[in-house]
């Protein structure tokens, strides 16, 4: 079965960290380009971060460089997104993503979405 199966959010306070983990089944991550995007209450899906096919670049959204790190373990075909000095404003549902898009911080191309995992980061 192909599925991204996520894990790792929940509450936190404001400077805090936390770590999700997308892990792959049915597909080798190594394969694709690789992004997580997060939805806040009433707002659209934004890209947070990403690594390209191309030379697997990184790629992050302004409000997050320095904070967040993505990475990916090809050996556990997993998916990781490092977070901290988190802040109020990051409270939002994150989903890890792979595929083949044009720009992998925009969410059109991706193939294969995970079932996504809350944050919620407050005091």
């Known amino acids: 079965q192909v599925q991204l199966v996520e894990s790792g959010g929940g509450l936190v306070q404001p400077g805090g960290s936390l770590r999700l983990s997308c892990a792959a089944s049915?597909?080798?991550?190594?394969?694709?380009?690789i992004g997580w995007f997060r939805q806040a209450p009433g707002k659209e899906r934004e890209g947070v971060s990403c690594?390209?096919?191309?030379?697997?670049?990184?790629f992050y959204a302004d409000s997050v460089k320095g904070r967040f790190t993505i990475s990916r373990d090809n050996a556990k075909n997993t998916m990781y997104l490092q977070m901290n000095s988190l802040k109020p404003e990051d409270t939002a549902v994150y989903y890890c993503?792979?595929?083949?898009?044009?720009?992998?911080?925009?969410?059109?191309?991706?193939?294969?979405w995970g079932q996504g995992t809350q944050v919620a980061v407050s005091s």
């Open positions: 049915g597909f080798t991550l190594d394969y694709y380009a």
């Open positions: 690594i390209s096919t191309s030379y697997s670049s990184t």
């Open positions: 993503a792979a595929g083949w898009p044009t720009l992998c911080l925009l969410q059109y191309g991706y193939g294969y």
